[in-house]
């Protein structure tokens, strides 16, 4: 059962971690990372949040979102976090002590836009700053989740914030250094997972050392405690499946097709057109 797996790793993690364990998965905007995380997050025992960025905490405060979502923080405490101006890994650190505790297993989806991208709300520096800033009080667990970079632009484009500001040349920098992380991390296409959501997150799983509960399938549909796009998709439907590629024009093809980034990002993938 699940959650006698949970409480197994908890038990084990308390004996033999030296340092908390946590897990992050990585992901970029407009990548299929909601929808994936939503079927995560309905795993028994799993607390994560979403979105999670050391520059993030006035969008997605963690504190916040652990006392919203999972009662795992008094308001008091939210409260005196904001007071004191507690740190970002020291709320990260009171997070994970609390799961520890209720035999809970942390997992932070990252909010690398801000790392790769950037725009509009900061400058990418094309390093993860949530494992720079967590690495050293923490054992982190990674893996990451990849969309196809025609796919993940044309849906990017589609809101005029980075449509009117983030040019391909950019797109595909900040995809190019993203995608060599996630081959060193591990990763997971979203391709794959529209394919086969059982697979794709057993093998997520696997990777984040999470007991993989099969009852998320009843579950992520209605699962609303997450950040981002909540919809089915274009389908308009709760349904997990692949979509048509959209229509997308020779020149618009071409101005991605033709760039040594686009290739890079296909091979470190394993993406053909």
Not at 56 to 74: D, T
Not at 78 to 103: N, P, V, W, Y
Not at 207 to 228: E, V
Request: proline share 5%; aromatic share 8%.
């Amino acid at each position: 059962m699940p959650s006698e797996l949970a409480a197994q790793l908890s038990r084990s993690e308390k004996a033999a971690a030296v340092k908390p364990r946590i897990r992050i998965l990585h992901q970029l905007a407009r990548s299929g990372g909601t929808v994936i995380c939503r079927c995560l997050a309905s795993m028994e025992n799993v607390v994560l949040l979403s979105e999670i960025h050391p520059l993030g905490g006035r969008m997605f405060n963690p504190l916040q979102q652990a006392m919203e979502w999972y009662g795992l923080i008094s308001p008091a405490e939210l409260e005196s976090s904001r007071i004191s101006k507690m740190t970002f890994a020291a709320a990260i650190a009171l997070i994970a002590q609390r799961c520890l505790d209720q035999g809970k297993i942390l997992l932070l989806r990252d909010w690398n836009h801000l790392d790769y991208i950037g725009i509009p709300f900061t400058q990418a520096q094309f390093r993860p700053a949530l494992v720079e800033s967590l690495q050293g009080d923490f054992e982190l667990i990674r893996f990451a989740s990849v969309r196809h970079p025609l796919d993940q632009w044309l849906s990017l484009t589609k809101n005029p914030l980075f449509a009117q500001r983030l040019g391909v040349g950019k797109y595909l920098k900040g995809v190019r250094r993203y995608s060599e992380m996630a081959k060193e991390s591990g990763f997971l296409r979203y391709e794959d997972f529209t394919q086969d959501s059982d697979g794709a997150l057993l093998q997520l799983c696997d990777a984040l050392q999470l007991p993989f509960d099969p009852a998320y399938s009843k579950r992520w549909s209605s699962y609303d405690n997450i950040t981002g796009d909540v919809m089915p998709g274009r389908s308009g439907s709760g349904e997990i499946k692949s979509l048509p590629r959209q229509d997308v024009g020779s020149d618009l093809e071409h101005s991605l097709t033709s760039r040594a980034d686009y290739q890079r990002i296909l091979d470190l993938l394993a993406y053909t057109d």
